[in-house]
């Protein structure tokens, strides 16, 4: 006798973890040159040289202080440091009171949830494609997944479905732009339209409808467009952000909630949000990362390498006559596939020792996605491979 | 609308978090020397030099190796050191199978309550006094906390009171040796009751009634006390352990899941307890600390402050008329309110600026806890203080 469901959760490792642990395992067998992982979300570019100057002023500090408990929600310093980072990009006014330190996004989304979460009715939104560990937590948050269908034109908004997807019992909306995986960034109309009807659906429901705007990319684009701030579109967003990605320290776990002063129930909203991270367990997000990020909230992503590896997998790629949007932010393709299913397609890749992750999980299952944060060489090496494949579509398979 | 429960968490801070950073204020005002402050667990010496030497170490390692993903059950070194110490220390035969590295203690119990709770029937079982935050984490994975009433003598096992609180939805029993709050160390023949009592149960029950041996003070012994390893007495534990007290890390918030080759139902446990973990977002231990702890697994804590700690503040009070059972571990005193209840008693020192805890949320209001992880000029000072106090009940007061 134990939990089923939770057993499901540890015995089935997500899609593109088992793809990851595959390649490891293969380039043991065929040579690690000879495995092209585009799997996972891993950075392949290291820290900035000031995380690593940060890392050793910090352990140069009084170790009870460097070591010791935080309060739950952050150390003053890193709470001050990311307001004032956000503050000055944003030219908004945020303080302390506005920011939880997190252990990382996944904590943040996951503390978002359970705090939103009110009974086994409570529904959260996702927009297809989507990161398949939502399904997870907004499970384990004791509520249920509805997922508006892609737009796979565009990778925004799919506004009819998502007007049909909300239902009295709607708690929140879950955003995530840049996108993983289709790189794509919401326009602001797009993002104006999504906070007007948020708004009129709180007004009919008398509820509000949140938003937990999901952005470990946010510093991850490119051509320098412009991300537009989730919170200036609607009020009662949450922003959950992780140092992950744009500071190269994804197994470090940091990151932080932002409640601003605009939600309507902002007591209530981080109370019921810092009462659910303590409910899990999460006595205070790792001190020595916290004072990391104290130094580092300023730090820019070193973006060379991806935005270099994005013009060569997309032209590869759409050059073979691949279909696939331009991505504006994250370091991942989403590309449809060829013939066949996602799937089987990512099968075939596979036997090539190319891991790319089918968008079944992601609720697209037209798609598959690669992630580009890998050695440019990498893909070089595998463009011909990928030629291969387009070209060899099994018998009985639909050409697109 | 808001999860009400989580709001509450949220807003009402535990007893020691609200003292400790009363004193925190306090300090400001009257001055730091001034706030004697017993108040929370937060260790007094700093960690050893090795674990010094090995952030030096791990932050000279290729920086993507040190701050990538690691996989959700932890690296291979740090499950190998944890491995390898753990068999030369109990004389068993653990490898890298037996070990899931942790966000500390309090996510490895959160994780193995998550993954172990069936249904909204489904019960664990404390004793009293213990850790207020068990409640709490209890009722997060969906389950009821039964607790068993303590025995004040010696801070055993109640066994009768036992006995009764176990019924057919008993999933577990957390075990918590060395003891928060009292210190107490469970004897062997001790375990050895508990060990018959639940395999006659959960046969009874035709189904495993599961320990939670929370061991974060497994190190933290006097006198070359010997404390027994649960598992020896028991098959099916899942032992949770932290690096926070021993290396005097809490704010890093590393640890382990250590479920044993004897656990009846090994893959299960293993799956549903790493689901539990992923369903909470917990993405992967902190990767910095988990190559830390990869050389730091047998690094013995430094326990010359405490031992001295222990007998002077046991010494003075017990001197003084104040009765305390003596401590084998932990940094702990449990002390009998000597007039009123130890709300009371605790809300008179408070005015003194002597921060204890009263056992209320610990199951025990008979009692108050001071933790004697502080410096000994504090118990110094502060001992002519509990002198007045236990001389001046107030009016109208029971003198025990």
Redesign the interface.
């Known amino acids: 006798?134990?939990?089923q469901?939770?057993?499901?959760?540890?015995?089935n490792?997500s899609q593109m973890?088992e793809l990851f642990?595959y390649g490891l395992a293969q380039a043991a067998v065929v040579g690690k040159e000879n495995v092209f992982d585009f799997s996972?979300g891993?950075?392949?570019v290291?820290?900035p040289d000031a995380v690593?100057d940060a890392?050793?002023e910090v352990?140069n500090e009084?170790?009870?202080k460097?070591?010791?408990?935080?309060?739950?929600v952050g150390c003053d310093e890193a709470r001050d440091a990311v307001a004032k980072h956000l503050s000055k990009l944003l030219g908004r006014k945020f303080s302390r009171r506005n920011i939880y330190i997190t252990?990382?996004a996944?904590?943040a989304?996951?503390?978002s949830l359970?705090?939103?979460?009110?009974d086994h009715e409570t529904e959260f939104i996702v927009f297809a494609p989507y990161f398949p560990?939502y399904r997870?937590?907004v499970?384990?948050a004791?509520a249920i997944l509805k997922v508006v269908p892609a737009d796979t034109d565009d990778f925004q908004i799919n506004f009819d479905a998502l007007e049909k997807a909300i239902s009295p019992h709607t708690?929140g909306v879950i955003v995530n732009t840049p996108n993983n995986p289709t790189g794509a960034v919401y326009k602001k109309d797009v993002l104006m339209r999504l906070g007007d009807l948020l708004r009129a659906k709180s007004k009919e429901y008398g509820?509000?409808i949140y938003i937990i705007s999901d952005e470990p990319y946010r510093e991850l684009v490119y051509d320098n467009i412009e991300v537009a701030f989730v919170p200036d579109y609607y009020e009662d967003t949450i922003v959950c952000y992780s140092y992950s990605k744009t500071l190269?320290?994804?197994?470090?776990?940091i990151g932080y909630m932002c409640v601003p002063d605009t939600m309507h129930?902002f007591d209530?909203?981080?109370?019921?949000?810092?009462?659910?991270a303590?409910?899990?367990?999460?006595?205070?997000?790792?001190?020595?990362?916290?004072k990391v990020i104290a130094r580092c909230a300023d730090v820019p992503a070193n973006l060379a390498v991806y935005a270099h590896n994005r013009k060569l997998l997309y032209e590869g790629l759409t050059n073979m006559g691949y279909d696939c949007v331009y991505p504006d932010g994250a370091f991942y393709l989403f590309v449809r596939a060829p013939w066949g299913t996602a799937k089987e397609f990512c099968a075939c890749a596979k036997k090539l020792n190319v891991l790319i992750v089918p968008g079944d999980d992601f609720g697209c299952p037209t798609h598959f996605r690669t992630s580009y944060c890998v050695n440019p060489d990498t893909i070089e090496r595998a463009l011909p491979l990928f030629e291969q494949l387009i070209a060899n579509a099994p018998d009985g398979s639909d050409k697109v």
């Open positions: 006798m134990i939990c469901k939770m057993l499901e959760l540890g015995k490792k973890r642990e996972i891993n950075p392949s290291p820290p690593g890392f050793v352990l009084p170790p009870l460097t070591h010791g408990y935080t309060p739950a252990c990382g996944a904590a989304v996951m503390a359970k705090g939103l979460c009110i560990e997870c937590y499970e384990s004791g708690q509820h509000t190269s320290l994804p197994g470090d776990r129930d209530e909203v981080c109370w019921a949000t810092a009462g659910a303590r409910a899990m367990g999460y006595v205070c997000a790792p001190a020595i990362m916290q």
